[in-house]
């Protein structure tokens, strides 16, 4: 049995890395979302907004704004493959998408309560401690088995992508659009999967975001600065390898709660400033991150005793 | 007097070597060609002489000072003016604001009205089109932008590369001819060309460069004499 | 003419003045990009910086406010050439995405650091211009100051890009850049050239919007978004598309935040934005 602060932290990590996880599904495919908030900020309002308005059980909250997410990626993801917005024009069309929730969460603040943000009605009524039906849980050791499981989940996804034939044909296309179409793979069919995988497991990371906290605010929950979150995340901890986001998650969460604890909270935004100064040297020092790094690092290593020419030779960045 | 002197150059790609201790010279007053098949390491010579790309060994001289210290966007100043492969204008910027970037090193810039002139006589056509986007001019009047905005710069010599690539018969002939007036103004040139039966009725001398070396030199004459130019390269 | 009717002129000019300060912010972007071909992530938040300049410099230092906000244009200058010299030139040579992000990483950095100097407070240069009547619409004499001097700084930038030997080359090194040395241009010193000024108008930018609003470290994100959707949306590095698509995305702000909210006329002109992609997805004015 370990404390509730650990615990919270590990929550936290899990979570973060889930979400981050599945941003780089798309993100190591040259797929580089700034908008994924908007996926977010749609499950974790979705399920408060039917919860607090209508009753719905967040059960049933989930899966209509799986279905919204679901809606709001291909409406986004179909004309973007079709028309072959890459690259920048890609991440900036995305950039519009997650401003554009931020901003009807903020507009509809007679529902929403604005940038104050909102609170879904307990369920927790009398001390009791759990409500299954409304996915509320004050025992943190509930979330962290829940948690644990989509992270799981989510790295299984991974895995599954990256077995399947779409992996191939995906990495085709990051590499070569040109060659990958013309042998014949069904470029914007590909890349709509993916998206929409992606956009679907960072909603439900919003559901589970939003009943962890027990509170959603349209500035952590959407918008770029949500977004740019998860690309960085994924990109400090490396998004081209599968535990990758896992660790930029843990990375920017023990970061900031080190520095709390090393400061107090006399110097509250240290951490931002450290961990901006650190993006930067990543992406232009190791690109690949701190996992992607460290494994290249290692293979080097192990490499050299058995075959110390061919790995000498080889260059190492 | 030497103008330009390139001594056992060697350059190449990152990881390729393109031409392999090439040594040519230029006289002053001089028009030269340098011949060869596609691949060949031409273009590459060019640019190693304008320094875009840089030598891994030998040394190139102009006017007796060696280029190596000079960096690329110096080299103009040094009277070397290059028009590169496939004219490479600026398509969005007028004709005259083409010219003008051929103008751009400070001392050419005061003379910038003098030579402007003297591009327009050469090249009435241009003068006409002077504020069309050059990207909408014909091949041939291209041609004459980037000879023109070459020579924006005061150059003492100018290197042409394939300044007939692409162009109509009619069209080549006028080149040629243009290429022609031009040494007979004065400029030192070296031009590099495919086209070689019409080349070496230009110039004096010839390089003959494969695959990254020089494998015959010599005056006109002795090119279109020769056995191996006459079968290889002239067909006949 | 009906009360509702004057409202909504009132709205449309607002909509202009606001136009013609976006259409100003798009500029350095737009150059930055045509130039280096690289898109600064982090361009509101170094208008951020000048911000504070500005609101340090003349609060805190009593600088005249013509003073500060001269020597904001100067300190956003040099910051534009730094984040050149150390952060985009490492990357010039990386993917197109990682300089994208680099510069994210700055916005970040940028932001966290302006907290971490001057805390999360709403700060205010304190100066109120009076606001103007015409008719029964009136408008901010700050508004009006900063579409005139938007205008001039334009007007100013425009005669810089074609009639100077240096603005020609700015605009010739986006079409070619690798033979830039044979017109006797060092494209690097370009480089440095069009991050200056780039940095000096998004420090122009600054001293517009601090008469307006008040400065706080997040501040950037309340415009950069923007900024960025009007130069794609004119088509990125093409400046004129970015004049046009600015004026376009000040109508949507101004007349949908007149019809129905504020925010409603946001999400209308990003609405507008991604469907606009979709339908020309180089730009207004864009080559692809
Ligand atoms: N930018 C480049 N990178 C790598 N190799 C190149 C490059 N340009 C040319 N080459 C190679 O260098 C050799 C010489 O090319 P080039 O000088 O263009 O020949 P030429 O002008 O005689 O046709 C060729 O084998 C060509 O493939
Ligand atoms: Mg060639």
């Not at chain 1, 042998?183 to 909603?203: E, N, P, Q, W, Y």
């Not at chain 3, 709205?11 to 690289?38: H, K």
Request: with cysteine; aromatic share 10%; glycine share 12%.
């Amino acid at each position: 049995m370990i404390g509730n602060y650990p615990l919270h932290l590990m929550i936290l990590v899990l979570l973060w890395g889930y979400i981050y996880t599945s941003w780089s599904l798309m993100g190591r495919l040259g797929l580089v979302s700034f908008g994924h908030g908007a996926f977010m900020g749609i499950g974790a309002y979705t399920v408060v907004m039917l919860w607090n308005h209508f009753g719905w059980s967040p059960w049933a909250g989930a899966l209509a704004a799986l279905a919204f997410a679901a809606a709001v990626a291909i409406l986004i993801g179909y004309p973007c493959f079709r028309f072959r917005i890459v690259g920048h024009y890609f991440a900036l069309v995305t950039l519009a998408l997650s401003e554009v929730a931020r901003l009807v969460i903020v507009a509809l603040r007679d529902q929403t309560g604005g940038s104050l943000g909102a609170t879904p009605n307990s369920a927790l009524h009398g001390g009791a401690t759990a409500a299954p039906g409304a996915l509320q849980f004050s025992d943190k050791q509930v979330w962290f088995w829940i948690v644990l499981a989509f992270w799981l989940a989510g790295l299984w996804v991974w895995r599954a992508v990256d077995r399947s034939m779409a992996r191939l044909a995906l990495q085709a296309i990051s590499e070569e659009e040109e060659a990958a179409a013309s042998i014949g793979i069904h470029v914007a069919r590909a890349k709509l999967r993916i998206t929409l995988i992606s956009a679907l497991m960072t909603c439900a990371g919003g559901v589970l975001y939003a009943q962890y906290q027990l509170y959603v605010n349209p500035d952590t929950v959407s918008g770029i600065g949500i977004s740019l979150q998860m690309v960085f995340g994924a990109i400090a901890g490396g998004m081209f390898v599968m535990l990758g986001p896992t660790v930029g998650a843990a990375f920017t969460l023990l970061l900031a709660e080190g520095l709390r604890l090393a400061f107090g909270n006399r110097y509250p935004a240290l951490d931002s400033t450290l961990y901006g100064a650190m993006l930067v040297l990543f992406i232009i020092y190791m690109p690949k991150g701190i996992l992607g790094a460290a494994l290249e690092a290692l293979r080097a290593r192990t490499a050299r005793p058995i075959a110390p020419r061919k790995s000498s030779g080889m260059p190492s960045a | 007097m030497q103008m330009l002197s390139l001594t056992k150059v060697c350059a190449g790609y990152s990881g390729f070597q393109a031409l392999f201790e090439v040594s040519v010279e230029v006289e002053a007053g001089e028009a030269v060609a340098v011949i060869g098949p596609n691949g060949a390491g031409k273009t590459t010579l060019l640019r190693v002489i304008s320094k875009l790309i840089g030598a891994t060994s030998g040394e190139i001289r102009m006017e007796g000072a060696s280029l190596a210290r000079v960096p690329a966007h110096e080299v103009v100043s040094r009277g070397i003016a290059h028009v590169p492969e496939n004219r490479r204008l600026f398509p969005r910027l007028t004709v005259e604001e083409n010219l003008r970037m051929g103008a751009f090193p400070r001392a050419a810039r005061k003379r910038y009205g003098e030579r402007l002139e003297f591009v327009y006589g050469l090249f009435p056509r241009l003068e006409e089109r002077r504020g069309q986007p050059a990207g909408t001019l014909s091949g041939g009047e291209q041609q004459m932008c980037a000879i023109g905005r070459a020579l924006m710069s005061g150059p003492k010599l100018l290197l042409l590369d394939e300044p007939s690539a692409g162009l109509a018969p009619v069209v080549v002939q006028a080149i040629f001819d243009l290429v022609r007036r031009i040494c007979a103004q004065g400029y030192t040139v070296l031009i590099v060309e495919q086209n070689i039966r019409q080349v070496l009725k230009v110039v004096g001398r010839a390089y003959l460069l494969e695959a990254g070396r020089i494998r015959l030199a010599g005056n006109s004459r002795e090119f279109l004499d020769s056995q191996e130019i006459r079968k290889t390269y002239l067909g006949l | 003419m009906e009360v509702f009717d004057i409202f909504l002129l009132e709205a449309i000019l607002n909509g202009l003045l606001l136009g013609g300060l976006l259409a100003l912010l798009s500029l350095g972007l737009n150059l930055i990009f045509g130039v280096i071909d690289v898109v600064w992530i982090c361009y509101a938040e170094l208008i951020m910086c000048g911000m504070y300049a500005v609101y340090y410099l003349h609060v805190q230092y009593h600088w005249p406010l013509l003073a500060a906000m001269a020597a904001a244009v100067v300190i956003v200058a040099v910051l534009g050439v730094i984040l050149h010299q150390f952060v985009i030139r490492p990357v010039l040579g990386a993917e197109p995405i990682n300089q994208l992000l680099v510069t994210g990483g700055v916005l970040f950095f940028l932001q966290a650091a302006a907290t971490l100097a001057f805390g999360i407070e709403f700060r205010n240069l304190g100066v109120t211009l009076p606001s103007i009547r015409l008719g029964e619409m009136s408008f901010s004499a700050a508004r009006l100051v900063a579409f005139c001097v938007a205008l001039a700084g334009m007007l100013g930038m425009y005669l810089f890009l074609s009639r100077s030997y240096l603005g020609t080359a700015i605009r010739a090194i986006s079409q070619d850049r690798a033979i830039m040395p044979l017109m006797g241009v060092s494209p690097a010193r370009i480089f440095v050239l069009a991050s200056a000024l780039g940095g000096a108008l998004a420090g122009l930018g600054a001293c517009l919007l601090v008469l307006q609003y008040d400065v706080h470290p997040a501040i950037g994100l309340s415009f950069g978004p923007i900024t960025f959707l009007i130069c794609v949306m004119g088509g990125l590095g093409s400046m004129a598309g970015g004049f046009i698509a600015a004026f376009v995305f000040a109508q949507f702000i101004s007349v949908g935040g007149f019809l129905f909210h504020l925010e409603w006329g946001y999400v209308l002109a990003f609405a507008f934005f991604i469907a606009m992609m979709f339908w020309r997805p180089q730009g207004i004015l864009g080559r692809r």
